[in-house]
């Protein structure tokens, strides 16, 4: 990695005159510009090698460099490896505003660079550090951040500047990307590509590399075969001998034109004396830059003054307070000219001047480079840099050093161990079928019984997360099954991973495995012995799906409890979903709230974005049951926010049932369309279950009982799932009684009673309660609507009194008692409207109407007045948070928060956060009372 300063920018590029590229100028010079005026925003510059990023880079930076901050680095192809090491060059001259940081990202970024001993950070929150440093450099002035050959950066550095680039906004802050193919974590950027200069453009390149002018055949063809290239145009000409230039002979065009370049920039440094090519070669494998570095291993090389002099006057070296080359193609060129012999030599020698207690990475590496034949100290040296990568967040620099370190390897046991290590680190880092082919090269070694079931643990995870197809959970259960008595708590893990694709496949998957996987788990572990939360939540689980909600009750309450009172580690703290979807299952809402909302907080205390989605997703269902729509929509958008940085490919289940309980009809069919399709696609049946049950509420909001009937009746099958399936049999007691399908609405009844009975909650009892009021008439209904009544207020679940006082005040209708009917329905309004469940709000105030009563008129909001980045920071700030907070949440900057929340003060005409939930109160109620349900 080579950071320049502004001097030796212009050093290296003073020879070569800056041609054409007014249309890519004018996008940068743009882009700074809205820097300086305190917007923020990113471009990824790509082209092939030698069309001119580069200088199109020092040229924006020397045009851009009064009154703004740059920072630039360019990125080394021999640092892919190294886990952080471009984030560290970049941010080395903004760590003095670590301080400003909030704890959680100053803790992740600094363990990421090494600077303190913790668990491995997440990624995301080094992400979010970077761009809390980007935001603090820019100041009051702005910043231009320059990353050039980008593609070399690795991974761990490239998620992290991805994701702050993504997130820019309103910092001041221009960050450029120069890259040879854009890498597809960089694709959501805006993009520029470079193109080969004109016809005109080249002739005026070739001029100022040629000054003694060329045989116009001779021009032509170099002009022809170099395509506009401009670091073509300039050197193939050098490379050129005087009897080509004479008689244009120009180099054949046969092969590809980087590699033709490479070829020629070889040529030109042929004529090197041996101990001058040794030294570009050792420059070429040194990423650091460090001329210190550079010194010492060339002194025990034997290299002399005359050496630099050489390469220095071949202008192929640059050397100042870093060490780099004229251009990136000349280091890329030498080292790949050079023999496999020196190249061992030269690492050798940069092994030996690297310090093993400040730069043990980098020193192992080159060791590791330099030797030929198996070697255990070596493969040691690169165990150790696998752990600390480990420790650092970088699983793929893990998997590279482990990879290296099994193949240095003379054992073929201790090979084994390695190779099984890197599949799990390469696993870990996002890359399946590279585990799945180092578990390929375990084949023939003699594995130990433990080795044996970590393979076949790894090909059921791999092959998992490839192909989400059925074979999952029977694959997965067999690793589990082999682990027991060689490794418990592994084997507990492999469980409940088996379960998790067997609950999730559900009816698209083997029926019988949910059976299958629930009694292997009730045979392997054992009442007595379940007493930590981790375990019981497994056979607890296991229970449920097995033998129903009746055995499971004892034991899942009790690792409810148990994940409440006792903060869980970071493997309990990433199952603890299953024990909130056991609260639904067991229709208990106290527990649902309390587990859903310590998930969250826990995830974000200690920074698991990775838990974020699906524990947000739970809590959803918990404010939903609460009827604070508005505070599920402030949930999607994080979670949007995180799908955004992450790429988390969880479907977004709450954007369907929001969209279903505010009646927003086209945007509810929508989502359960994309919805369906994926779940066919993952095999995971839950989506269909969650489509269904939607889809049920929305009709059912707005009368359109018909199609209730037909969205509910689906799940009819498969209540034995509970969840949705079984949340759907009460709305298809509502569609079926309104459709006068009366045998329809018992027989979903005497279902429901199945799965409400066995659990005797509050919530369970008033759900059935209010099912069978719907099967009665008169007094008979009246007493059970009103029981029904008082035990959603006693749980506290007001969507569901409302919903209940609207079916009471609809029967009261029926019988012609209008004004009892009234009560009813303007108290089921209310608390509809309040709850945003627009279409049964809707219905209310027609069936009021109907009755002779009048609905009080709600206030109409505007919420398209704000935007929904917008809206998003001011929900945030109406529970309280800081701008801080705010932008930890969406994944902003505190900056970017209190920008947009200016905004939205200006807008709704307030000026205290305390005005804004009366404020977003209007705003949320966008529709009047008897127009048209529509979605924003």
Sequence with gaps: MTRWNLTEADAVTETAPFRGRHRESALLDTLVSGARAGHSGAVVVSGEAGVGKTALLHHVIARSAAGIRVERIVASQSEMELAYAGLQQLCSHMMDAIGHLPAPQREAIETAFGLRQAAAPDPFLVGLALLGLLT??????ALL???????????????????????????????????????????????????????????????????????????????????????????????????????????????????????????????????AHLLLLLAAADPTGDPGLLWRASAALGLGPEAFDAAKDADALVIGTR???????????????????????????????????????????????????????????????????????????????????????????????????????????????AALRLLDNTQGLPLTPLQKALVARLRARAGYALRRDSSGPRLLLAAAQGLEGLDPVLARETYIEALQAAVYGGRLGDAEQVTAVSNAILEATSAEESDTARDLILRGQALL??????????????????????????????????????????WDARALRALAARQVEMARAQGVVTVLPIALSLLMLAQTVDGRVDLVEASCDEIDAIKEVTGHPMPQYGRLFLAAHKARVEETKEWAQRIRADSHARGEGYGLSAANFSEAVLYNGLGRFPEAVAAAGRELPYTHELNHAMRSLLELVEAASHTGERALAEHAVEKLASVTRPVGTNWASAVLTMAEAQLHEGDKAGALYQDAITRFEHERIPIMVGRCRLLYGEELNRRGRHAEAREQLRDAHEVLSSCGLNGFAQRAADKLRASGGTPRRQA???????????????????????????????????????????????????KRRTELKTALALLDRATPVGGEITGR
């Excluded at 193609?329 to 030996?352: C, F, G, K, Q, W």
């Excluded at 033998?547 to 580690?569: C, M, N, S």
Aim: aromatic share 4%.
């Design 136 to 141: 603090e450099a820019a100041g009051d002035r």
């Design 145 to 275: 951040c320059v990353v050039d050959d980008a593609q070399w950066l690795d991974q761990a550095s490239a998620r992290a500047v991805a994701f702050a680039a993504r997130r820019l906004d309103t910092e001041g802050v221009a960050v450029v990307l120069a890259m040879r193919e854009v890498d597809e974590m960089f694709a959501g950027l805006r993009q520029l590509v470079v193109d080969g200069l004109d016809h005109d453009d080249s002739c005026a390149l070739l001029r100022h590399a040629v000054p003694s002018g060329l045989d116009q055949r001779v021009r032509d063809q170099i002009i022809a075969e170099a395509r506009g290239n401009p670091l073509a145009l300039r050197e193939f000409p050098r490379a050129m001998g005087p009897a080509e230039v004479a008689d244009g002979g120009a180099s054949s065009g046969l092969a590809p034109l980087e590699k033709r370049i490479e070829q020629s920039l070889t040529a030109q440094l042929r004529p090197l004396p041996g101990p």
């Design 323 to 433: 060490v780099g080359f004229r251009h990136p193609l000349v280091r890329s060129a030498v080292y790949r000219a050079a023999s496999p012999e020196d190249r061992r030599r030269v690492h050798a020698a940069l092994a030996d001047a690297t310090s093993a207690e400040h730069d043990p990475d980098r020193r192992a590496w080159h060791r590791a480079s330099a030797t030929l034949r198996p070697d255990d100290e070596v493969a040691t040296d690169l165990e150790r840099s696998a752990a600390r990568a480990r420790t650092r967040g970088g699983a793929a620099a893990a998997g590279a050093y482990l990879e290296r370190a099994a193949e240095l390897t003379p054992a073929p046991v201790g090979r084994g161990e390695r190779l099984i290590a890197a599949a799990e680190a390469k696993h870990d880092a996002g890359a399946p079928e």
């Design 545 to 586: 799906a097995a033998r129903g909600q009746e055995a499971a009750l004892d034991t899942l309450r009790r690792a409810q409890r148990a994940l409440i009172e006792d903060a869980p580690d970071s493997l309990g703290l990433h199952w603890m979903w299953f024990a909130s979807r056991a609260a639904q299952d067991l």
């Design 860 to 910: 109409r909001g505007a919420t398209a007045q704000l935007t929904d980045q917008e809206l998003n920071v001011a929900r945030l700030a109406r529970e309280g948070l800081t701008n801080r907070d705010i932008g930890a949440r969406l994944f902003i900057s505190a900056h970017t928060a209190e920008y947009h929340l200016r905004k939205v003060f200006v807008k709704l005409d307030i």
